[in-house]
């Protein structure tokens, strides 16, 4: 699986962005995704999961209630909607997914997920 990440740019504080990961690969349906973000002189940190059944979804506490994690399978993409950005979101984003079985979607860790996309930016100025 290539996975495929974009959407990202510069926004004013309280502004939205929409995150597009799109995938490569026949059996993307059987895959979880994840959303990272690393922003200047930090660790990438966890944002937001979205299991094969799209009714199994997690955020870091910095989000909830801000973004929201879609898939859509037939265009082997997933989505994350960003409301009410502000300066802290900023930073690069990074798509990420692994097989899974249909219990097994909650994946918090880097080190849980086998491939990754190449990041898209994202800068909201204050």
């Known amino acids: 699986v290539q996975l495929q990440a974009s959407g990202g740019g510069l926004v004013r504080t309280g502004g939205s962005l929409r995150l597009s990961c799109v995938a490569s690969?026949?059996?993307?349906?059987?895959?979880?995704v994840g959303w990272f973000r690393q922003a200047p002189g930090k660790e990438r940190e966890f944002v937001s999961v979205?299991?094969?059944?799209?009714?199994?979804?997690y955020y870091a506490d910095s989000v909830k209630g801000r973004f929201t994690i879609s898939r859509n399978n037939d265009k082997k993409s997933v989505y994350l909607e960003m409301n009410n950005l502000q300066p802290d979101d900023t930073g690069v984003y990074f798509c990420?997914?692994?097989?899974?079985?249909?219990?097994?979607?909650?994946?918090?860790?880097?080190?849980?997920?086998?491939?990754w996309g190449q990041g898209t930016q994202v800068t909201v100025s204050s």
């Open positions: 979205i299991g094969r059944s799209t009714s199994n979804t």
């Open positions: 690969g026949r059996t993307f349906e059987r895959h979880t």
């Open positions: 990420a997914a692994v097989s899974t079985i249909l219990s097994n979607w909650f994946k918090t860790r880097e080190d849980d997920y086998v491939y």
